[in-house]
Structure formats: C-alpha cells, structure tokens
C-alpha cells in the first residue's frame, strides 16, 4: 500500500482539486494524508482523507478571499491586486509580480524544518506538491525526498523554453492584447523575479543541502517523476517539462453521472425556480477572488437578462449587496436572478447550458468536464492564457472585463446558447475518461516506494 501526502497550500481553489487527487489515490488502495493548515481538515475528512498540519504560505483564501481572515501585510496586498484589476492586465501582472516573493516563497527555512518532521512521523513513500507552493518544492528537493508536481494552472506556468517566463503569458485572447511596449515592461519584471526567485533557491540550496544540485531555474523546478496538470493537453501548448512524465488529466472533478453529486434541496429548488418554461440557465462566476468586482458581476448579468432568455445564478462571495442593488439590476425580476455569496458550481454545472467566468483554471476545465461553453471575462494570472486557449479551440469567447458593457456580455452568451462554441461537445467527450481516478492511477504507476 503506497502512502501518500499531498501538499496544498490554504487555498479553496488548489486544495479542493488536489483532495480529489487523493480521494481517487485512496480508493486505488493508497494511504494519503492532506498536508494543509487546519481551516482545511473538514476537506480532508470528508475526501476521506488524513490530514496532517503544514502551512507553506503566509496568505489563505478558504472560498472567499475578502472574507478569510488575514494579517495586516495580505489584507493590504489584496486590496492592491483587486484594485490593479480595474487598471487592466499589464497592471494587474505588475502588482503581482511585486507581491510574488511574500506570496510564494514564504518562510522556506521553517517549511523545511516542517517537512523534515513531517517526513519522519509520517514516513510516506512520496508526496504530490502543488507547484505554486515553491516553499514546498525547494524544501522537497533539498531533503531529496520522491515528489510528483501538481501544476494547478496553465500549463505555461512551468517554463521550460528560455523565453518563457513565470508571470508573462505565452499567449493573449483577442480582446486583451497589451501594447508591446507594456509588454516590455512586463517582461523586464519577470525576468527580473525569475533571476531573484532563482538565485534564493540557489543560496538555500547552498546554505541547507549543499550536496544537493542548484536548481537552474527556480520556476521550472519539478519533479523527476511526474509532473500532473490539472489542464487537457492541446496540440499549441509549450513544451512539457523534459524528463518527467507530462500527465494531462483535462479536469479534477470527482467521479459521478450527470454531476459529481447531487444538488441539495435549497439549489435543486433554485434551480426549478430558474428554469421554468424551459429557460436556460446561465452561471455568472467569477472565482474566490475576483467575486470582488461586483461591477463587472452586474454588468455581465444585466446583459444576459436583456439580451438572452435566460436565467441567471450569480456567485457574489462577499459583494451580494453591491450586485444586488447595482442599477443596472434593480429592475431584474427575482423568477430569473439569483444571487448567493457562494455556490455548489461543479453540481450546478450539469444543469446549465453556460457560464461566465474569469479564466481559471478550475472553472475553464470544469465547463470542459460538464460540456458547458463559457464567456472569459481574465483578470490577471494564467487567466489570459486559458482564454485564449478556450477561443482557439472554440470553447467560448473572451472579452475585456474592464470595458464590458451589457450588450457585448449579452449578445456574447446569446450566440454561445445558440451553439456557436463548436469545439465544446468533442473536447468535453474526449475528457471523460480523464480526471482524477485517471490521474492518480497514472502517478501510481510512476512514483517509487519507499525503500
């Protein structure tokens, strides 16, 4: 029996995809802990999980960002993200990049002190690691412990040509094409975290396991084993990582048909409600995160209430009075709009015929797994680049969200009910197989035991 800890960092976007990783690892016959801090040990349990407490980040996000207590420093660093969203990507990418060594490479010394005492209690044969928790990553590399990466964005955000850099997009939807010489300016700032991330890897590297090799570039640092992408592999990608198995699971919903679970009562009657007479039903979502731009919530809303004859489900986290009472909604009838802080997305999924979301990762595969086609409103992140992959393979559409008016939103999901995102019924078919019983019986197959 392989015994497996899987570590993700306090994220209700990262760790629910890694649980079920893990429930799919146990049901193979793997004993597996979670690895995360304790606002995650409900997850663990009901994945059927262990879990086990390791915190690899100073900042956590438990399903509503702006909700999730945080110190003074994250707080702030919040605040200043959302407020560069509504300065458009170049900004956006920019404050991240300034934010990116507190956020990612927080207190390695302690994380490796952590693993190292979690390695001796636990003593499992290898560990899956969120690639994003570089904390993790580098503190796994210099104990030489066997790990397999989870990269739970874009697949780009493994660089692996000279010219590809961590935080700059490979590639751009139509609507959001910056400038070059934005693009310049970009691309000065992350090749200069590159260099930075890069030469503290070394130095710890060199400080710590000074038998171990410096890592050549601090982005790029994976597995051997395996490398696991929660993404579909597509033919335009960038090149996977050389040397480790490239495992495409195309999406991490649990196993279930129609949906991963039943709708409980509240949103079986939501959803009854919504769609009488035969309306459609359309999902606006815009992420943990990002549910903070109420602005942009109403305005896609609005649109699809005027333009389609749909109904509308609207997941506004911490912002349900700002959309509720937003002008452009006032006059919206309640037998076609509801709006809740938070909702049961992948269950509500099979019930909608579309969805407007912000490009990440978990939403663009999970429209894929359920068939569903998608307006991409990207923000920041690896969101530009999953947009524009859904408009190659003609899986939705893509607009700017800080220049969107009711119209575009409306007239765009208008033409996705009538079927014009042709690439959804073939790429949502060729994934089935795929997912998480698919993922983890792969990464059993190529991951050592424990001597």
Do not use: K
């Amino acid at each position: 029996m392989a015994r497996v800890v899987v570590i993700s960092p306090p994220f209700h976007s990262h760790a629910r995809p890694l649980a079920a990783v893990g429930a799919a690892l146990s049901r193979q016959g793997a004993r597996v802990h979670l690895a995360c801090t304790p606002a995650f040990a409900g997850l663990a349990t009901r994945s059927g999980l262990g879990f086990t407490e390791l915190a690899v980040t100073r900042n956590a996000n438990h399903g509503i960002a702006e909700t999730t207590e945080q110190d003074q420093d994250e707080a702030g660093r919040l605040r200043e993200f959302l407020d560069a969203t509504h300065h458009g990507p170049v900004a956006t990418l920019l404050t991240q990049a300034r934010h990116r060594g507190d956020d990612m490479l927080a207190d390695p010394e302690g994380v490796l002190h952590d693993l190292a005492v979690l390695d001796e209690e636990l003593r499992p044969d290898w560990y899956l690691v969120d690639q994003l928790s570089y904390s993790a990553t580098l503190a796994l590399h210099c104990l030489d412990l066997p790990y397999a990466t989870f990269c739970p964005g874009h697949p780009s955000y493994l660089p692996t040509t000279p010219d590809a850099w961590f935080g700059l997009p490979y590639a751009w939807p139509e609507a959001l094409r910056p400038a070059p010489a934005d693009l310049d300016r970009l691309r000065t700032a992350a090749a200069a975290n590159d260099a930075a991330f890069t030469g503290a890897f070394r130095a710890f590297t060199r400080r710590h396991a000074p038998h171990r090799p410096e890592p050549e570039r601090a982005f790029a640092l994976c597995s051997p084993h395996a490398v696991l992408f929660n993404y579909p592999r597509l033919p335009w990608l960038p090149p996977a990582p050389a040397g480790p198995p490239a495992l495409y699971a195309g999406h991490l919903v649990p196993p279930g048909d129609p949906s991963p679970a039943p709708l409980d009562e509240h949103w079986q009657a939501v959803v009854s409600r919504l769609s009488a007479d035969r309306r459609p039903l359309v999902l606006v979502a815009l992420g943990t995160f990002l549910s903070a731009r109420h602005d942009v919530l109403a305005t896609a809303t609005a649109g699809i209430l005027r333009h389609t004859p749909a109904s509308v489900i609207v997941a506004a986290g911490d912002r349900v009075t700002e959309v509720t009472t937003h002008p452009l909604l006032r006059a919206a009838s309640p037998g076609r709009l509801h709006i809740a802080p938070a909702v049961p997305q992948q269950e509500l999924l099979p019930h909608t015929a579309a969805m407007v979301h912000h490009g990440g990762n978990n939403s663009f595969t999970e429209c894929l797994r359920a068939g569903v086609p998608a307006l991409v409103l990207p923000f920041s992140s690896d969101q530009f680049a999953i947009a524009h992959d859904a408009e190659r393979a003609a899986l939705g559409r893509s607009l700017d969200p800080n220049t969107l008016t009711p119209e575009a939103a409306g007239t765009t999901v208008a033409a996705l009910l009538a079927g014009q995102a042709h690439g959804i019924t073939a790429l949502s078919a060729r994934l089935q197989p795929l997912g998480p019983a698919w993922a983890a019986s792969r990464l059993l197959r190529q991951m050592p035991a424990r001597p």
